[in-house]
């Protein structure tokens, strides 16, 4: 953490002891979630859009299914987890938020699923925090679904700063990703049909606004 990114911590309010739970949860058995730097931006960018419907690729345990349902009250989540343990972890947990009624959640592999409960309905909103060699591929069979005007919005961006590592120093079985990662980051900042920015914060946060 950056001495800035301290600073601007010590004004974050408090959690409450359930999302402490998640994050601890997280940490210990190694799920990724958005660091809660990324997070408050990320709810701070929904909040400014009010999205209506949000699509998220990639649940894990649902927590940031979870932090955007309670920080948008009027919104609808709906969420796609392939693990089976993590699909079940984030049925557990959005039960008991209570938030089931407002968070939908298929245990499904992404790239393969053509649920009609899924691609039958539009987006305002579709956040991408999945596989991170996939990220072309994701936004390629999800954005039909988002809104004129809607946002999409993708993390680890930078994957803990190994996208600025020569490709001799990452370690072989991450190559592959990280080459896919810089080539959708190319592919998606020279892309007409949106306006999209890539912010420093957090792991790396990309936001494609589509025209």
């Known amino acids: 953490m950056t001495k800035y990114a301290a600073y601007i911590a010590n004004f974050n309010k408090e959690q409450s002891p359930f999302v402490v739970e998640m994050e601890q949860y997280a940490a210990a058995h190694h799920v990724p979630i958005m660091d809660r730097g990324g997070m408050e931006l990320f709810i701070s960018l929904l909040r400014l859009q009010q999205p209506q419907r949000i699509l998220e690729i990639g649940s894990a345990i649902g927590y940031s299914a979870i932090r955007i349902a309670e920080a948008l009250p009027d919104a609808a989540v709906v969420t796609i987890e392939r693990d089976t343990a993590r699909y079940a972890k984030a049925v557990d947990y959005i039960t008991r938020s209570g938030l089931s009624e407002r968070i939908t959640i298929f245990e499904a592999d992404a790239l393969l699923t053509e649920q009609a409960e899924i691609f039958n309905q539009t ?26 005007g809607g946002v ?19 370690p072989r079985r991450n190559r592959t990703m990280i080459r896919n990662l810089k080539e959708f980051t190319k592919w998606i900042m020279a892309n007409p049909e949106y306006e999209t920015s890539l912010l420093p914060v957090g792991d790396g946060l990309l936001i494609a606004v589509k025209k």
């Open 123 to 148: 987006y305002d909103a579709l956040f991408i925090d999945a596989a991170k060699g996939q990220y072309q591929r994701f936004f390629e069979k999800y954005s039909p679904t988002v809104t004129q």
């Open 152 to 170: 999409i919005y993708c993390d680890n961006m930078f994957m803990h700063g190994v996208i600025l590592y020569d490709e001799q120093e990452i």
